[in-house]
T-cell receptor
């Protein structure tokens, strides 16, 4: 069975500090996809990034960066120079192989609180 | 603007009552999903549908039912058999194409027991 673990339930930082969110996953699939989503207080989930299991290149998008390490089954997310608007719950998710389409397994989420 | 609309935003259920949550999308997506989120927890899949008139159970389908009569609509009924329905319900959709497609989410419906 697939599993996604986000060990940090809540992280509190002061604005402009960097914050790294950990994500560790388990799967028997050889091909899989990993996702990060942001859930602001309004409730909807906002898609941030997708990574496939064959691409271990790190990615940077503005103040966001992602570190995918297949050897340790981790897909960590860093927010550089955090801002108050980054306050949200962040979810890591893993897609499941199967004929019936795209089923996502979510981690428990990490709440990030950025204080001014 | 294209997106997913869930209604109502807040819903209250009486004992023994069935309630239906609405989910409509105008993204022309083939696949649609329902998730349940409990406080401090991740999302769990209730039902999903890859095509009109077809749907599959997710991990926690007991006490719920769905229909998919139109591509753009995927209503979820929380039946009286669901003994602990208080939660935040999120609807999502995606392009057909399997695991690589990101899912796009609505704003959610918060269901409480009266």
């Amino acid at each position: 069975a697939q599993k996604v673990t986000q060990a940090q339930t809540e992280i509190s930082v002061v604005e402009k500090e960097d914050v790294t969110l950990d994500c560790v996953y388990e799967t028997r699939d050889t091909t899989y996809y990993l996702f990060w989503y942001k859930q602001p207080p309004s409730g909807e989930l906002v898609f941030l990034i997708r990574r496939n299991s064959f691409d271990e290149q790190n990615e940077i998008s503005g103040r966001y960066s992602w570190n995918f390490q297949k050897s340790t089954s981790s897909f960590n997310f860093t927010i550089t120079a955090s801002q108050v608007v980054d306050s949200a719950v962040y979810f890591c998710a893993l897609s499941e192989e199967g004929a019936a389409g795209n089923k996502l397994t979510f981690g428990g989420g990490t709440r990030v609180l950025v204080k001014p | 603007d294209g997106g997913i609309t869930q209604s109502p935003k807040y819903l209250f259920r009486k004992e023994g009552q069935n309630v239906t949550l609405s989910c409509e999308q105008n993204l022309n997506h083939d696949a649609m999903y329902w998730y349940r989120q409990d406080p401090g927890q991740g999302l769990r899949l209730i039902y999903y549908s890859q095509i009109v008139n077809d749907f599959q159970k997710g991990d926690i389908a007991e006490g719920y039912s769905v229909s998919r009569e139109k591509k753009e609509s995927f209503p979820l009924t929380v039946t009286s058999a669901q003994k602990n329905p208080t939660a935040f319900y999120l609807c999502a959709s995606s392009i057909a194409g399997g695991r690589r497609q990101p899912q796009h989410f609505g704003d959610g419906t918060r269901l409480s027991i009266l």
